[in-house]
């Protein structure tokens, strides 16, 4: 059985991507009850947490699990984390009342995007000594 840390919520993100960098920045920013944890899709610990969901790999969605609870994937992962932040860009949430079907569409053309429009690194993100903690 896979242990995770307790009553944290894990960010699972696309570990070369320079916007999913700039995003995850943004969650631990505005993160303030500290309840993110972070891993790149491509670690060794990321594989290891999509299999014990029983998810295909992808490094193009952005997946949020909530040990023991459920996992959400794409624009749904999104919403939930929004939901948990001290942020001003909550309304964005007023696009969650539309069907995900729909809004998944413009997830998955900013997600085949992402690489030419922000570019990508050649490794994973290395977290700073201040953010290491909320990596796993």
């Not at 700039?22 to 309840?35: G, T, W």
């Not at 060794?44 to 490094?59: A, D, M, N, S, V």
């Not at 909550?90 to 079907?101: C, G, R």
Request: glycine share 4%; charged share 25%; aromatic share 16%.
């Amino acid at each position: 059985m896979m242990e995770f840390p307790e009553n944290k919520k894990i960010v699972l993100f696309d570990g070369v991507c320079n916007y999913c960098d700039e995003k995850v920045n943004f969650i631990i920013k505005h993160d303030e009850q500290d309840i993110f944890r972070f891993v790149a899709i491509q670690s060794e610990k990321g594989q290891e947490i999509i299999k014990y969901l029983g998810i295909q790999p992808t490094f193009d969605s952005i997946i949020l699990y909530e040990p023991g609870i459920a996992y959400y994937v794409k624009s749904e992962a999104i919403f939930t984390i929004l939901k948990n932040l001290k942020s001003s860009y909550k309304w964005i949430l007023i696009f969650n009342l539309m069907p995900y079907a729909i809004i998944n569409l413009v997830y998955d053309y900013i997600a085949k995007n992402r690489y030419k429009w922000y570019g990508k690194k050649d490794t994973c993100l290395i977290p700073s000594p201040e953010i290491k903690s909320k990596f796993l």
